[in-house]
């Protein structure tokens, strides 16, 4: 049973280790091509986040557009501008606020001059109130960024994140157009509101993966997007290093601000994570600027994420795995009881072959393997044991009627010889009382040759002719009797 136990577990030991090295490349190769996959679907989730702000900054850029070609042919009416303000918030769900800024002392009896409107709370509820003001934040417009650089420099684009100071209360990135009067002068600016956290919303709701998202960020390493509000409001990327952020999260956020495309880990929150992030470029479209942002746009994963499938098929196969095993191991087993069952009663009938019983049958099969080749001849030599049994019986039958004959013989012989015995026994005792007196007249006669008569003598020589006589008898009865066992001997030879 020990050995039967041990083939199962040797062949169910090879099989694991022969699925153990073909799932073992095969999940290497595997984790692989999912990596590839993981870093093809960034780059298309990439490509749709830049599609997806592209389209919205786009539609901004194209309201502004559309409402700076009617404003310059009414400048110098400073009423109209809070019409043209109102109409853009209007007409635009991405734009939460429009300010229109002259230049100091443009309109008489101005010092300052800017046309603002926008929705309560920054929201892009389009049933939300309007807020009409001649103001934005505590400072004058002539000192914030989006007025400016656009005024001074004739830059047209979009700003760095504004946040705290710059804004009330809200994050905000602003589309800034200067524009001319009828002489060609340099006069205002069109700044035009998006609010970051509605801007968040919008591309984060396409999630990338179960726990990804996306983020944006501007050169300075303000966030434009970003699933965290806290962050929204942050300065930058940088202030997190000084809240315990881990050292390559600054890594990551280096390599996206230098204008690089590619892939960084970093660790947060005590999990691995992955970025993947490219510059972001606005698509080139006829009668759009051809400038780019300083921005880069990137899609985090949490490892596991990336992974998920990859984890979820290798437990899946594992599972398959062990069940499979399980099911072979008792398929092996099942299949070795079948195997050895007629080995083990072939075993056993030896064994009580070995013990005696010779009269056990070793059965007759059809089986064309080992097995059946050996119970086949033992049968065979269990028949040819019979008949060398029986050949063994019958010379042992033989030899115990032999061993009658020759017990029968002794019996005889020893007969014989008590006879014969007994026979000595009596012709010599036969033969002394002749011999005594033949040795008594002898003795007699030469003793008293001189002193005896003549008649004496004779007595004494017929009593000595007389034994002698029967001396002759006695010894010729020996000799017929002698002649006559020698006979018997050789006829029982």
């Excluded at 972001?280 to 949490?302: I, M, N």
């Excluded at 499938?309 to 196969?317: A, E, P, S, T």
């Excluded at 026979?423 to 008293?448: G, K, W």
Aim: charged residues 25%; hydrophobic residues 40%; contains cysteine.
């Amino acid at each position: 049973m020990q050995k039967k136990y041990k083939l199962n577990i040797l062949i169910a030991g090879q099989t694991l280790l022969l699925l153990a090295v073909s799932l073992g490349v095969l999940f290497y190769f595997s984790h692989k091509a999912l990596k590839n996959e993981a870093m093809r679907d960034a780059e298309l989730t990439l490509e749709s986040t830049v599609q997806n702000i592209d389209n919205i900054l786009l539609s901004v850029e194209q309201s502004t557009g559309n409402m700076y070609c009617d404003l310059l042919e009414h400048v110098d009416e400073p009423e109209r501008m809070y019409v043209y303000s109102r109409e853009l918030v209007e007409s635009n769900p991405n734009i939460v606020g429009c300010a229109i800024a002259f230049k100091p002392g443009y309109f008489p009896g101005k010092d300052l001059f800017m046309a603002y409107v926008h929705r309560r709370a920054f929201t892009t509820d389009i049933k939300s109130d309007l807020v009409t003001t001649d103001t934005f934040t505590d400072r004058p417009y002539t000192e914030q960024a989006w007025y400016k650089d656009p005024m001074n420099k004739g830059w047209i684009g979009w700003t760095d994140p504004l946040k705290g100071e710059d804004t009330e209360n809200e994050p905000l990135v602003n589309f800034c157009l200067p524009f001319t009067d009828r002489s060609g002068e340099r006069v205002g600016v069109i700044s035009v509101d998006v609010s970051i956290s509605q801007l968040s919303k919008i591309v984060l709701a396409a999630k990338p993966s179960e726990r990804g998202y996306c983020v944006l960020m501007a050169k300075n390493g303000s966030f434009i997007v970003h699933p965290d509000k806290e962050k929204l409001q942050s300065k930058t990327v940088f202030t997190q290093m000084y809240e315990g952020a881990d050292h390559s999260v600054l890594e990551a956020a280096e390599a996206m601000l230098s204008g690089q495309s590619g892939m960084k880990r970093f660790c947060m929150n005590d999990e691995s994570w992955s970025v993947f992030f490219k510059p972001f470029k606005r698509v080139e479209w006829e009668g759009r600027s051809d400038w780019q942002l300083d921005w880069s746009v990137g899609v985090v994963y949490p490892d596991a994420d990336i992974h998920s499938v990859h984890n979820k098929l290798l437990y899946l196969v594992v599972a398959i795995t062990i069940v499979g095993l399980l099911l072979f191991f008792l398929l092996c087993g099942w299949l070795v009881r079948h195997e050895f069952k007629p080995l083990s009663l072939l075993t056993q009938l030896t064994q009580r072959i070995a013990a005696g019983n010779y009269d056990e049958s070793v059965p007759v099969t059809n089986r064309e393997d080992e097995v059946g080749h050996l119970q086949n001849r033992l049968r065979k030599m269990q028949d040819r044991l019979k008949e060398q049994t029986a050949d063994l019986e019958n010379e042992t039958m033989q030899l115990h009627e032999h061993s009658d004959e020759l017990r029968a013989a002794y019996g005889r012989i020893e007969e014989n010889d008590r006879m014969k015995t007994s026979f000595l026994h009596y012709i010599t005792n036969q033969m002394a009382v002749p011999a005594e007196s033949i040795d008594r007249s002898v003795t007699t006669l030469c003793n008293n040759y001189h002193d005896i008569s003549k008649d004496e003598i004779d007595k004494q020589v017929d009593n000595i002719e007389r034994k002698s006589d029967m001396l002759v008898e006695l010894l010729n009865h020996m000799a017929h009797f002698t002649d006559a066992e020698t006979g018997k001997e050789a006829n029982h030879d």
